[in-house]
C-alpha cells in the first residue's frame, strides 16, 4: 500500500472525523481510499499487491487469470443509453480489459427489493445477456437475495469475472514510463450526466445519452497495434481520479492538455449549470491508456477504427518520473494541479 | 434446464401468479428456482450448463476452474457464533469445495448504507480475513458501495471466488448412482435458528451457535479418503431442498432414515416451537455427501477425523433410478415424501 501516500493527501477534517460511513465513502476518490486503506486493507491481511489496480492477477498452473468485482447500485436503474444490467457486465468487462486479459467468465449476484416488478427484472436480465454477448463472454454463475420492501433499493447487482492474460502482455498503473502519451478513448463525462439527467428531482433535460459499453474489443485492438503500459476506465472519480492513481503507482509526473480533452457540448453545459468538472464525472464506456511514444500514433489509428474508439485524442504526456503529480494546461495558458475527487459528487453513480 | 421438471412441481397459486418478486423469490426453494427457471435463465441465453451447482465448471487452458457467487443479506449482521462477514467468505469458499475444487481466491463486493459505524465495519473486516485465513484462501479483490441511508440495510456482501478442480475429480449434482450413501457432516438446522434467535423481536433465547464453516479442509479428507459422487452444502431450503435438487439432476430415488438425522436438541426445541423442519432450516457448516458405496465406511471415517466433521453420520441411500424422488422413513415407521422448501420459512437467513 506504500503506492497510495495518504499523508500527501488534503482531505477535509470533518471526514476524517467521523465514525461512521459518508456517502462520500463510495465517491471513488479520496475518501473512498481513506476507507481503503484505513479500514478495509489492513482487515483484509492476505489483499493481493495488484490491489490497486482494476483486477487483482493471479498465477494459476502457469497462466496468468485477472480476477474482478463490482457491485452496481446505480439509481435511477433505467437511463439514458442504458441500464443497470448494461452496466454490470461492462463494469466488470471493463476492469479485465483494463489488465490486458481476455474476459472469459462473469458471474451475476442480484439483491432485489420485494415487490421488485417481474418485467423491470426481465429487462435488465435481457439487457445483461446482449452487453455479455457484445462483449463475448458467458455469465456462468448467479446467486439471487430478496430483501424485504425498504431493505434495499429496488435492485443492486454484483458482477464479478475472471479473464486470461495473454503471454507478453503486462499492463498496470505502475507501468508508465518516461514520455508515454496519454491517450483517451473519447468523449468524457457522458455516463454521469446521462445518469444525472434522469433523476426526476433535478429536472434538466438532455439528448446525451451513457457511454455504458464493453471496451475488450477495443484494447484487443491497442494491444495489437503497440506497446501499452498503462490501461484504465476513468469510472467513479473521473478522468482524473484515474490519472492521480496512476501518477502515484508509477511516480510519474502527468501533463494535459485541457484543450485537447474530448467532451461534448451537452456534457459541458451540464458541468457549467452544475458547477462540477468533466475530468471527476463518470465514464463507463471509455478508457485512458499510457503508452510507448513510438507506438502513440499507430495505436490511436487502431483505437479509431473500432467502434468504441471512434473519438479517440491524445491528451497528454508523462513528463516526469520521481515523483507523483498531474498538472493541467488550461486552456486559458495556465498549469493547474489536478487532484482526486475530495469527497462525494454524484452518489449512486454507478 | 431440463433437469428442473418445472411441470412436477406443485406450487401455491397465489405465488405463480404474481408480477413481482416476493420474499420467498429468495427461498432457495420452489420460489427461486421458479424465478431462475421462468426469469433469469431464459435472459441469460449463455448460462453454463453447470448452473445448478454450486459453481460452474470453466475450462481454462487445460484446466478445470469451479466459479461462484453469492450475496449476503443476512439479518442481524452479529449472530451467536458469526457474523455476516464469516458467513460471506465460508458460503463461496464451501460452494467452491461442494465442485471438489480446492478454493484459491475470492472477491468481496460491500454495499454499505451510508451511517454504518466503521468499528462495525472493522469487526466485520476482521471476521471475513479470519475466515478466509482457516479456509487458505486469499480475498483478492475487492469493491465498496454505499448508497443513502434507508436504500439498504446496513451491510449487503457479495462474495465470488475461483478454485481449481484437480484431474479426476468429477463432482456433481448429476453423478448420484444407485446404492450411493448419503452422508450428512453433522447436525442440520443450526445456523438457521441461531440467526433466528437474534432477531429481537422473536424473543426466544438459545444457547446455539450458528455452524458457519469453511469446509474445504474437509472435503479434501474425503476425496483423499474414496470415490465421491455428490457434494452440496445445505444452506437456503435446507437438506431437505439440497437432497430434492440432487435427486432431479441425478434422476434417483433417495431414501433417508429420519431417526439418523443428526439434529441438536435446541435445535429440535426451536423448531417444535415455531412449527418448523429441521430438514428446511438452513446450514452454513455442513455439506451432505453421496458416496460409493464400498467406500462409504472408509469416508465417513475420514470426516469423523477433522473438524467440521466429527458428527458425520450415514443418513440414507439411493434406492432406486429413473426417476426424482426423496422418500423419508419417518421415527414412528411410515414413509413420507420429501418436496423442496415452497416459499419462504426465513428471510434473510444468511
Not at 15 to 33: A, E, M, W
Request: net charge negative; charged share 15%.
Amino acid at each position: 500500500m506504500t503506492a497510495l501516500h495518504l499523508e500527501g493527501v488534503a482531505c477535509p477534517a470533518p471526514f476524517r472525523s467521523t465514525t461512521t460511513v459518508l456517502l462520500g465513502h463510495g465517491s471513488g476518490g479520496i475518501l473512498s481510499r481513506d476507507l481503503l486503506a484505513r479500514l478495509i486493507l489492513p482487515g483484509l491481511g492476505t489483499v493481493a499487491p495488484h490491489s490497486l489496480d482494476d483486477a487483482a492477477v493471479l498465477a494459476i498452473g502457469g497462466q496468468r487469470l485477472a480476477l474482478t468485482t463490482d457491485s452496481h447500485v446505480v439509481s435511477p436503474l433505467f437511463f439514458p443509453g442504458g441500464d443497470i444490467g448494461r452496466l454490470a457486465v461492462c463494469g466488470t468487462v471493463n476492469d479485465l480489459a483494463m489488465m490486458g486479459a481476455k474476459p472469459l467468465a462473469l458471474t451475476c449476484g442480484l439483491i432485489i427489493e420485494e415487490g421488485l416488478p417481474f418485467e423491470t427484472l426481465q429487462r435488465i436480465v435481457a439487457s445483461m445477456q446482449a452487453a455479455a454477448q457484445e462483449a463475448g463472454i458467458q455469465i456462468a454463475a448467479g446467486d439471487t437475495k430478496v430483501v424485504q420492501r425498504g431493505s434495499a433499493d429496488k435492485l443492486f447487482i454484483n458482477t464479478s469475472g475472471i479473464g486470461l492474460i495473454a503471454d507478453g502482455i503486462n499492463i498496470s498503473g505502475a507501468n508508465a514510463q518516461a514520455g508515454d502519451v496519454v491517450i483517451i478513448s473519447g468523449t468524457i463525462g457522458d455516463h454521469g450526466i446521462a445518469v444525472l439527467s434522469a433523476r426526476e428531482n433535478l429536472g434538466f433535460e438532455t439528448t446525451l445519452t451513457s457511454d455504458a459499453a464493453p471496451l475488450n474489443h477495443l484494447v484487443e485492438a491497442m494491444l495489437a497495434a503497440g506497446e501499452v503500459h498503462v490501461l484504465r476506465d476513468p469510472t467513479r472519480g473521473g478522468l482524473a481520479t484515474s490519472l492521480v492513481e496512476i501518477s502515484e503507482q508509477s511516480q510519474v509526473v502527468i501533463e494535459l492538455e485541457e484543450n485537447k480533452l474530448p467532451c461534448k457540448p451537452a456534457v459541458k453545459a451540464a458541468c457549467e449549470l452544475l458547477g462540477f468538472d468533466p475530468l471527476f464525472i463518470a465514464n463507463e464506456g471509455k478508457l485512458v491508456a499510457l503508452v510507448k511514444d513510438s507506438d502513440a500514433a499507430a495505436i490511436l489509428a487502431a483505437m479509431q477504427q473500432t467502434q468504441y474508439g471512434q473519438e479517440a485524442a491524445i491528451i497528454g504526456r508523462v513528463i516526469g518520473t520521481g515523483k507523483a503529480q498531474v498538472r493541467l494546461c488550461t486552456t486559458i495558458g495556465g498549469t493547474r494541479l489536478v487532484d482526486m475527487l475530495p469527497g462525494e459528487m454524484l452518489p449512486r453513480i454507478c
